[in-house]
């Protein structure tokens, strides 16, 4: 029917009918949210990690998934879902059901490959809502030993003497080691190519062998194995570094100013996911993060641990992908 020929009375019928039913709606999906919040937590909670076992989110994940698990008396399941720079493991939390029987825990490469790849199946926004932060942690420049570099300008000067040039290695391509090390060989006038491995472990497996000329990963990947002597931490992301390795300097310190930051980890929800349950995972995830013995934990590995809100975490990832859209414009980062 031509809606110009509604009469004024078939209008009114129209609108008669459809009000009730708006109003109906608009009372049945607060009480759905209510009651499946009400029947928080579940038998059973997955978190669902994009990366590798072994990683800086899957070392956090579990230490939160370990207490949440003591404190709720329900199992809890850390998920490795890898693939595609932590699209897979992302991708497949988006269709999963909004009850907080599913979370996504992520850390900062997850927004990186969200600013620098368009091709993502999913918007940040609009597919997922914010938990709470867990931890930051500064990030740190790996070499081989056998180098015998001692500092960040012998790494420069020595990749500068190369003809062909140097590799260096990252988690995978739009990762935040990624942009971290593309930002450096940048700023260094270094010829460079990008070697993408499938985590943070292998990617520094393959520093300390050598085969490629450095990495940067977070303090639980790089620390225990600096502190035992089996590689070489030439700088940091973050002046906060020196807290955990104190004579490490930052990559400003280390005579190359213009980058620095610390990456981090935290906790999404499908989207829809009632705020009362979010609310509830982010009180708690803050309650263990405060564990003198979580702290220390987390301090030992280079991390510290940082509790927010899950509005306050959505704003902190949204900001983080414009800051990383932009910078990976100006040193001309793409998805490969």
Do not use: C
């Not at 969200?114 to 932060?133: H, K, L, N, W």
Request: aromatic share 8%.
């Amino acid at each position: 029917m031509n809606p110009a020929s509604l009469t004024a009375d078939g209008l009114y019928m129209r609108i008669f009918i459809l009000f009730p039913i708006l109003a109906i709606a608009a009372f049945v999906a607060p009480a759905q949210a209510a009651d499946t919040a009400a029947k928080f937590p579940p038998e059973q909670i997955r978190i669902v990690v994009p990366f590798t076992a072994g990683g800086g989110t899957d070392v956090v994940a579990r230490i939160v998934a370990k207490h949440l698990a003591d404190t709720w008396k329900v199992a809890v399941i850390v998920d490795n879902r890898v693939g595609a720079g932590g699209v897979v493991g992302s991708q497949y939390v988006t269709t999963q059901k909004p009850d907080g029987g599913t979370l996504l825990a992520v850390a900062s490469a997850f927004a990186v490959r969200s600013a620098i790849d368009r091709t993502v199946p999913y918007e940040v926004s609009r597919d997922f809502t914010g938990v709470g932060q867990m931890a930051r942690s500064p990030s740190f420049m790996v070499v081989s030993l056998k180098y015998g570099f001692s500092s960040l300008k012998e790494l420069i000067a020595y990749a500068k003497k190369q003809p062909a040039g140097i590799l260096y290695g990252s988690a995978g391509v739009g990762s935040t080691a990624h942009m971290h090390a593309a930002a450096v060989a940048h700023l260094a006038g270094i010829k460079a190519d990008h070697v993408a491995f499938r985590g943070t472990p292998e990617a520094v497996n393959d520093a300390l062998a050598g085969r490629v000329l450095y990495v940067f990963a977070p303090g639980p990947n790089a620390i225990p194995l600096a502190r035992a002597g089996k590689l070489q931490i030439l700088a940091t992301t973050s002046p906060a570094g020196a807290r955990f390795l104190p004579g490490v300097p930052s990559i400003a310190q280390a005579g190359l100013p213009g980058y620095e930051g610390d990456d981090w980890f935290g906790m999404f929800a499908p989207a829809g996911t009632p705020i009362e349950i979010r609310e509830r995972v982010s009180k708690e995830m803050a309650r263990i993060l405060a564990l003198p013995e979580v702290r220390e934990l987390l301090f030992s590995l280079g991390a510290e641990p940082v509790s927010s809100r899950p509005a306050q975490f959505e704003t902190v990832v949204r900001d983080y992908i414009a800051r990383m859209r932009k910078l990976g414009d100006e040193i001309g980062i793409k998805a490969e």
